[in-house]
């Protein structure tokens, strides 16, 4: 085969690159088979949520720096142009009874150009900058309890899309049983129609019956595809993948009590802690008002030059250039009552949030509470229908015998085919919603 040379540079070029940079040309790889740790340490990965989350600490943390600056001198600089529409003069009054008339003076120029340089370094404000910078540094803890509880947020959703993955697999998988065993039960009674044993209503029946538990796979593999669809929504991968997950639906006991679970919840909650935190940013709030009743003192070092030209060099009736020390007092010591009233609406915001714990601790207890009991209820729950399957089970089993036997119809044993793919069905749903449950306890005691 015939190579254009030029086509050979081109491609060895490419190779080199894809050599050199292949990371950045490589497509993302995801497990075969996920496990609900590698899913939630994805999602924390690629979650959008927690990424504005750390921009926002990120920003708390560039707050509190501009905040630490506040102490350190302020360095200015100032350069302003003035054009008088008539000459500065100034007039000596007759003097020796007149003997000397009265004289005028020029004492300035039309043209006047000033420049400072300002370093003013601030000595008391009345706390004002020590209160900003500690109102800085409990933002920034307020914006990591906020990832915190972003975080618990998002791992508490992928669990509810994992487990919904697995329940879903499970309802399929007794789906295609169902389908299975009502087809053999289908063959059984077409071999009796065959021979005459039954009539022609009776295999109707049992076809009608096959068609139904079609349409139920049929469902049940649809509902696999959204609940894969909505994992992989969470995590952020390609919609469509068919995406696999480890099967861990699987009943473990919880020994905890529930003073205990209260008793962790109110230790471990994040939203505790932000509103304790949210306490003291509000008492800082009331002291940085009351800064404002002391006066502010500062030390100024002014360089400055004056001239009547741009280049600021002097003129005959200004020095080109000067500088000063001045220590400088500022007090608005009365304006009707303001700073009072700013302290007295920062101090009741400080009781509406102490309120307002009060409000999350009863909320949280409350909602451990309901985890818990809704844990216990769908554990109960379990152990029934456990039961249930093996009578199921068994009832099934008695009614196909009985069935080739003739000593019993074609609808006793689609009916306990039916009780058998309920039985089933319900076991699943409790295994479910006890993990969810598990999942919503584990939350609401602070944990992920």
Request: aromatic letters at 10%; glycine letters at 4%; proline letters at 4%.
């Amino acid at each position: 085969m015939n190579f254009n040379p030029k086509k050979r540079t081109v491609v060895g070029i490419l190779a080199m690159i894809l050599s050199v940079f292949p990371s950045s040309l490589k497509a993302d790889t995801f497990p075969s088979v996920w496990s609900l740790e590698e899913s939630i340490e994805r999602a924390f990965r690629e979650s959008t949520t927690l990424k504005s989350s750390q921009l926002a600490v990120e920003g708390a943390e560039f707050k509190q720096k501009q905040a630490l600056a506040g102490f350190f001198p302020k360095l200015s600089t100032q350069y302003r142009y003035t054009y008088l529409n008539t000459t500065p003069t100034m007039t000596i009054p007759p003097l020796a009874n007149g003997i000397i008339p009265e004289t005028k003076l020029v004492a300035g120029t039309n043209n006047n150009y000033y420049f400072n340089v300002t370093i003013e370094q601030p000595l008391f404000t009345g706390m004002a900058l020590t209160r900003t910078y500690e109102l800085a540094k409990l933002g920034l803890d307020v914006s990591k309890i906020k990832l915190e509880e972003d975080r618990l947020a998002l791992a508490y959703k992928v669990k509810e899309a994992y487990w919904g993955i697995l329940r879903s697999e499970k309802m399929k998988s007794v789906a295609e049983q169902s389908v299975v065993q009502i087809a053999d039960h289908v063959r059984v009674a077409q071999d009796f129609y065959n021979v005459g044993v039954i009539p022609l209503n009776d295999l109707l029946k049992a076809e009608v019956q096959l068609a139904d538990a079609k349409q139920n796979l049929v469902r049940a593999e649809n509902s696999l595809a959204l609940a894969k669809s909505n994992f992989n929504t969470v995590l952020r991968i390609p919609l469509e993948g068919d995406t696999e997950v480890r099967d861990i639906l699987q009943y473990h006991p919880f020994p905890r009590t529930l003073s205990e679970c209260q008793g962790e919840a109110a230790q471990k909650r994040p939203e505790i802690r932000e509103i304790e935190t949210q306490i003291q940013m509000a008492r800082k709030n009331v002291q940085l008002a009351e800064s404002e009743y002391y006066p502010q003192f500062a030390l100024q070092t002014q360089y400055k030059k004056e001239g009547d030209n741009p280049a600021v060099s002097g003129s005959p009736f200004v020095d080109s250039d000067s500088w000063a020390i001045m220590a400088v007092m500022r007090w608005n010591f009365w304006e009707w009552g303001k700073t009072r009233y700013l302290v007295q609406e920062r101090k009741r915001g400080e009781e509406q949030v102490k309120e307002s714990l009060v409000q999350i601790k009863d909320m949280i207890r409350l909602e451990v509470k309901e985890a818990f009991l809704y844990l216990r209820d769908s554990e109960k729950n379990i152990q029934v229908a456990e039961k249930t399957i093996q009578q199921a089970e068994e009832n099934f089993r008695i009614n196909q015998v009985r069935y080739r036997e003739q000593v019993t119809t074609s609808l006793e044993v689609l009916d306990a085919q039916t009780l058998l793919a309920q039985a089933k069905n319900n076991y699943y749903q409790a295994l479910y919603v006890y993990n969810l449950a598990h999942s919503r306890l584990v939350r609401a005691m602070g944990y992920w």
